[in-house]
Nanobody
Framework: QLHLVESGGGLVQPGGSLRLSCAAS????????IGWFRQAPGKEREGVSC????????YYADSVKGRFTISRDNAKNTVYLQMNSLKPEDTAVYYC????????????????????WGQGTQVTVSS
């Protein structure tokens, strides 16, 4: 089966850190752009970060710039999202998604990722 699996979510206090993982099963992530999205209750799914395969370009939402870092380890077939200085407003279900072709102008749009989506991992930032 071909799919993505997220892990690493959990409960963390404000100011804390988490590292999310997005692992591919049945296919190689090398040739895919990987996006991280999040969805809080009652809100639309929003783009958090993306790393492209063609040139390794990375993109971040303004709300997470300077706090989150996306990286990929092709040897482990995994993409990571390091989240530091977490805030309560970062609370959401986080999803990763893959597509062979994502233009820089579309990186934050869920519909730009049509190939694979993970099932999500809950991140809760609360004291």
């Amino acid at each position: 089966q071909l799919h993505l699996v997220e892990s690493g979510g959990g409960l963390v206090q404000p100011g804390g850190s988490l590292r999310l993982s997005c692992a591919a099963s049945g296919f190689t992530l090398d040739y895919y752009a990987i996006g991280w999205f999040r969805q809080a209750p009652g809100k639309e799914r929003e783009g958090v970060s993306c790393v492209r395969s063609s040139d390794g370009s990375t993109y971040y939402a303004d709300s997470v710039k300077g706090r989150f870092t996306i990286s990929r380890d092709n040897a482990k077939n995994t993409v990571y999202l390091q989240m530091n200085s977490l805030k309560p407003e970062d609370t959401a279900v986080y999803y990763c998604a893959a597509d062979r072709l994502v233009y820089g102008s579309n990186w934050s749009k869920p519909k730009a990722y049509s190939d694979y989506w993970g099932q999500g991992t809950q991140v809760t930032v609360s004291s």
